[in-house]
């Protein structure tokens, strides 16, 4: 079964399984964060006097332009929200995935065999 000392070092799936979750914990805060900057574009297209836009390209209405970031925004949640319902999906078989115990000390092994020796000086 473990024949060939150069091969991986295999991770253990319940670290990885702790992985997803992390992700899942950064789409909630991404999403967050999408929330709370198009509350801030929602109250610019609300004073769209208050607004203007450079003449770097084609000319825009300044309010149109913030219209445009807020719907902008709105799809990027939308594409999280299938993200974070993606990762709850994968953590559930992820959930029952283990290492053999044969694995697993086959796995110590490699790791041991990869530290240097403790060098002893007096």
Known sequence: MFKNRKEPVLPIPSDLYDEIGELGDRVRGLREDIARIRG?????????????????????????AAILTHQGLRVMDRDLDTLEKGIGW????ASRISLTDAAADHREQQIAAQRPPIERTR
């Open 90 to 93: 994968v953590r559930g078989p």
């Open 40 to 64: 801030q574009y929602a109250l610019l297209v609300q004073s769209p006097t208050s607004l203007r836009v450079d003449e770097l390209g084609p000319s825009t209405d300044p309010r149109e």
